[in-house]
């Protein structure tokens, strides 16, 4: 989101240390909710309006554009009219978006169904409709080609044992097609993929709709000659022959069983190779360095064990470690987690309470990411307090700077962001004696990261930076998360008079913070080498205590003289 300001509060500028308070208070409890910790809550503020609600960040060129439920988008859209524009010809670049964020997020507002039965319905009224062959050709394969990107990256929304039905028997009439079987293929091959139910968390399913009605559809009796005639298909001259020939299936829609039940895998041929990825769509969204299940089977081995105790033998253990290998140790898990999940799961992640998290699989590896986070800035704060002379204790702090250093270089925002909360939080923050000890040139160049992550003009710095990180990057996650939360719940849905139509400008946020997220994950790290050592002591190593331990441990090593004075220095730190 190049440049983007989000949404300020319709006082701009202009609020009370009451509602500071209180804005405060409810940006702890929604992150405690959401699986984060309150140990550097100050570090991940963000704004609110002053009715309590959370604003929007804005998308690339929204400056002049008015607030999602201003009076130029309070009408809305249909949904025929989104399910239109989606296998339209793409006329800008905003369109080569829609495609991505729509498929993404649309069961916010409809079931895989009804969906399945707008496409179904286009391409048989484009068929009754659209005279010229070859635009009728071209508008369908742009709509089978979108069907495609849908089935191929969201194929849990087709495990409905009816939706998967319908979309099967479609495609086994559509493969019967000279001109449509091989876009028909790769749609068959993408269903033979085994997925899991993607319906739980989604306020429309399919179990709560009504299914394709089953009516005799606008192609049954088109008078149109069938492709295979286009294509010198048998014809023997006689007439009564000619009536008994059987009729082109895909003008025989109404042959298609939408009955309960597995489908039969016999009425499909086996799948074809994939597309040639295109730009601005799902399809391009590929993990080159590890696929989706891979990463997921991965991540598994980097649960959190806490086994073994943090002592001097450890903690020297880490100091021996090079800076650089340490930096990379922490990119290639962050890496692995980051690709193991969707960015559809981070959309629900969001949308769904705390406890109902943890019921859901796909959302486990999200958890993962953010318990990681915080695991890394509750290990720094620890460890920098670990020992009790100051020198010992700088050694450690400026090795986290370092580390933050080369964190940065190699664009793992999120990894950053977690070092610096460890640093800056309140219990190392305070430690002044211990930072008159490191080097200048070292506090100096932390300083720079500190700026870059600082949380001024809802982190304008850090978007900047991301925006401008063309090669491999890991996003700072709580924040793109919170971005999610602020369009969620500061937006409605439906608006218009009968609350139906569709707050389109809502998703468009929400979309450009996937599509960023899509983008990033396409792109791999290269020779991400296993750092054995670093990733033992960073997975095994068992803190204990909580935010209220740190501190008082901190006052322990290094007593207050007059008070704290740490939260005052950097004003960015304060909610």
């Known amino acids: 989101m190049p440049g983007a300001i989000r949404i300020r509060p319709s006082i701009a500028g202009e609020s009370s240390p009451s509602k500071d308070r209180n804005r ?174 993607d319906d739980v968390g989604w306020p429309f399913r399919d179990g709560d709709v009504e299914g394709f009605d089953g009516q005799e559809t606008v192609l049954n009796n088109s008078s149109r000659n069938s492709p295979s005639m286009f294509l010198g298909g048998p014809w023997n001259g006689d007439d009564e022959e000619d009536e008994e020939e059987e009729e082109d299936p895909i003008y025989n829609m109404s042959a298609l069983d939408l009955s309960e039940g597995a489908p039969d895998p016999s009425t499909r041929l086996p799948g074809s190779s994939s597309t040639v990825d295109k730009p601005g769509t799902i399809s391009s969204q590929s993990f080159t360095f590890l696929n989706l299940d891979s990463a997921q089977r991965e991540a598994q081995n980097l649960e959190l064990t806490a086994r073994v105790p943090l002592t001097k033998v450890q903690w020297r253990q880490v100091m021996e470690i090079p800076d650089e290998d340490f930096a990379r140790e922490l990119t290639r898990i962050d890496w692995i987690m980051f690709n193991s999940f969707r960015p559809r799961d981070l959309v629900r992640h969001v949308s769904i309470s705390g406890p ?68 800056n939080g309140t219990p190392v923050h305070r430690l002044a004696q211990t930072r008159e000890l490191v080097p200048v040139q070292t506090q100096k160049d932390f300083m720079r990261l500190v700026i870059l992550m600082s949380t001024q003009k809802s982190h304008f710095a850090y978007r900047l930076a991301w925006d401008n990180s063309f090669s491999e990057r890991i996003p700072f996650l709580p924040l793109h998360r919170r971005d999610l939360v602020s369009a969620e719940e500061g937006n409605r849905t439906f608006v218009g008079d009968s609350k139906t139509r569709i707050n389109w400008r809502k998703f468009e946020v929400m979309g450009e913070v996937i599509l960023g997220i899509q983008r990033s994950q396409t792109t791999p790290y290269s020779h991400m080498h296993r750092y054995e050592e670093a990733a033992r002591l960073i997975l095994d190593i068992k803190l204990t205590g909580d935010d209220e331990d740190l501190y008082a441990r901190s006052t322990h090593v290094e007593p207050s003289a007059g008070g704290d004075t740490g939260r005052k220095k950097f004003g960015w730190l304060r909610s």
């Open 24 to 197: 405060q208070h409810r940006l702890h409890t929604a992150w405690r909710n959401s699986g984060g910790s309150d140990a550097f809550d100050n570090f991940l503020d963000m704004e609110e309006d002053v009715d309590g609600r959370r604003s929007a960040p804005s998308s690339p060129g929204s400056k002049d554009k008015p607030p999602s439920e201003g009076s130029s988008n309070e009408i809305g859209c249909t949904f025929d009219e989104l399910v239109d524009r989606l296998v339209a010809q793409p006329m800008s670049k905003q369109d080569s978006k829609f495609a991505s964020t729509f498929l993404c997020l649309y069961r916010k507002f409809a079931a895989p169904s009804t969906l399945l039965n707008a496409l179904i319905n286009r391409f048989e009224r484009n068929e009754k409709h659209i005279d010229d062959q070859l635009t009728r050709i071209a508008d369908q394969l742009r709509l089978l080609n979108v069907m495609a990107v849908w089935v191929s990256e969201y194929p849990g929304d087709l495990v409905y044992p009816k939706t998967r039905k319908h979309i099967t028997d479609f495609v086994a009439t559509l493969e019967k097609s000279h001109f449509y079987m091989f876009a028909a293929k790769e749609v068959g091959s993408y269903l033979e993929v085994n997925a899991e139910d």
């Open 356 to 423: 109902d998290k943890d019921k859901i699989q796909s959302l486990q590896h999200v958890n993962r990411m953010i318990k990681q986070f915080n695991h890394l800035a509750f290990f720094v704060a620890s460890f920098i307090l670990f020992r009790d002379k100051p020198k010992h204790r700088a050694k450690a702090m400026e090795k986290f700077m370092n580390i933050a250093l080369k964190l940065r270089r190699l664009n793992n925002y999120n990894s950053l962001g977690a070092v610096i909360a460890g640093i």
